[in-house]
């Protein structure tokens, strides 16, 4: 599968889910948001909303500072 990631093109053997590429990438444990094809994609639909081949979405990390 591929997929386009906050504008670089990266391959996955298999991925279904949001949940499953936030894993993937090793960020489940930060404060993130996710726009999946233009749409924000809330963290309580993280487990049910499918990836396709071809989709494109953008991550932000949350940083704290003071």
């Known amino acids: 599968m591929q997929l386009r990631i906050n504008g670089e093109v990266k391959e996955f053997a ?3 889910t949001v949940a499953e590429l936030v894993q993937a990438l090793e960020i ?3 404060r993130i ?3 999946l ?3 924000i994609v ?3 639909q993280h487990a049910v ?3 396709a081949d071809g989709d494109e979405l953008e991550i932000v990390v949350a940083v704290g500072g003071g």
């Open 28 to 30: 489940g444990d930060k």
């Open 42 to 44: 809330p963290r309580s």
């Open 37 to 39: 094809n233009g749409e």
């Open 14 to 16: 298999r991925l279904a």
């Open 33 to 35: 948001a996710v726009e």
């Open 49 to 51: 909303m499918a990836l």
